[in-house]
């Protein structure tokens, strides 16, 4: 299986910060590769595919970049709304394989 | 608009046989491209992919879970359903049924339900 890994699990920033939060892969994914935003018993929301195509109507503050095993979600100005858990996962191979998550936190 | 809701039992005693629903609408299952997950959250706040169907009927199965996992779909009712089998305490989790598009991520996501195993 393809391990993926989001260091780190806990990242605190304020409001207006640009936050960056890293993906790798343990092998290469191509750029298949999906970002999910959580909240608080809710279900993931789809933010981007493809490791940079952001999804109908997820603000433009969220970009995705990246390809081969290192991939990274950024946020350029964080907002009290984007306070959430933050997955990526491949699908380049099966079994489909998810981070552990980074929880952004607003200080 | 597209939305999945799944249903199902919230506690299964151990080595019985979880049987997961999920119903949606919007789309239909037999369109080139469309497929329906199953995805599974621990406590811990683990996801864990488990199952995929195609609209052509392809299948494919998380290899740790695949000997006791089966997915199947019922076109006619927008239904997909998961199956599986000997459930453990481990298995305890929120499940989640999701609708992708090839090549994209799981765009869609249901609101989940929340499996218990314990005797």
């Known amino acids: 299986d393809i391990q993926m890994t989001q260091p780190p699990s806990t990242l605190s920033a304020s409001v207006g910060d640009r936050v960056t939060i890293t993906c790798r892969a343990s092998?290469?994914?191509?750029?298949?590769l999906a970002w999910y935003q959580q909240k608080p018993g809710k279900a993931p929301k789809l933010l981007i595919s493809?490791?940079?195509s952001l999804e109908s109507g997820v603000p433009s503050r969220f970009g995705g970049s990246g390809s081969g095993t290192e991939f990274t979600l950024t946020i350029t100005s964080l907002q009290p709304d984007d306070s959430a858990t933050y997955y990526c996962q491949q699908y380049n191979s099966y079994p489909w394989t998810f981070g552990q998550g980074t929880k952004v936190e607003i200080k | 608009q597209i939305t999945l809701k799944e249903s199902g039992p919230t506690l299964v005693k151990p080595t019985q046989t979880l049987t997961l629903t999920c119903t949606f609408s919007g789309f239909s299952l037999s369109t080139s491209e469309v497929a329906v997950s199953w995805i599974r959250q621990t406590p811990g706040k683990a996801l864990e992919w488990l199952a995929l169907i195609h609209w052509d009927d392809r299948e494919r199965y998380s290899p740790s879970l695949q000997n006791r996992l089966t997915i199947t779909k019922d076109t006619s009712k927008n239904q997909v359903v998961l199956i599986m089998t000997n459930m453990d305490p481990v298995d305890t989790a929120t499940y989640y049924c999701a609708h992708r598009i090839s090549y994209y991520g799981l765009d869609l996501w249901g609101q989940g339900t929340t499996v218990t195993v314990s005797s």
């Open positions: 092998q290469n994914i191509n750029r298949y």
């Open positions: 493809k490791a940079s």
